[in-house]
């Protein structure tokens, strides 16, 4: 089995509502449980940026369902890696809400405190995933 890391930046559709988010996180942590997904999630009521981590074909899969979800736009994959080990392997799915994304965090990894992930590489918006999942309290 071949383990992968795809990060990914979204924004929130028209006809998302915060219901959604709720939605999804109760989702993903069921779905993502049963297949051996585990992952991060971080929202600001604007933006979806997202960590799956798992097997290659499931990993894939979920991404593809991600893409035809309508409460997401403007989907971009960041980061597409096989990796030896998880980073997120407490989750099924850690959610970092807007609270918890500061600013000094967000400078260190972008040119702005602003949480602007369309403006950075999938190795940074990996490396910012990996400090807040150090420095927050992921629920």
């Known amino acids: ?4 890391r795809l990060v990914y930046v979204s924004k929130i559709s028209d006809t998302f509502n915060e ?9 993903a942590r069921s779905n993502n449980h049963k297949h051996g ?8 009521r604007k933006f979806f940026l997202q960590c799956l981590e798992g097997n290659r074909n499931t990993v894939n899969y979920i991404y593809n369902l991600i893409l035809n979800d309508n409460r997401h736009q403007d989907k971009v994959m960041l980061y597409y890696q096989p ?7 407490n ?12 600013a000094e965090i967000n ?11 369309y403006e950075m590489t999938g ?16 629920v």
């Open 91 to 102: 989750w099924s799915m850690g959610y970092v809400p807007d609270t918890a994304l500061t």
């Open 19 to 27: 219901a959604d988010i709720v939605n999804i996180l109760e989702t």
């Open 107 to 117: 400078l260190m990894f972008s040119d702005s405190i602003e949480f602007t992930p």
């Open 123 to 138: 190795e940074s918006a990996h490396q910012l995933m990996l400090e807040l999942k150090e420095k927050v309290n992921v």
């Open 1 to 4: 089995m071949e383990l992968v």
């Open 83 to 89: 990796i030896v080990q998880r980073a997120f392997s």
């Open 37 to 44: 997904v585990t992952g991060l999630l971080c929202f600001n």
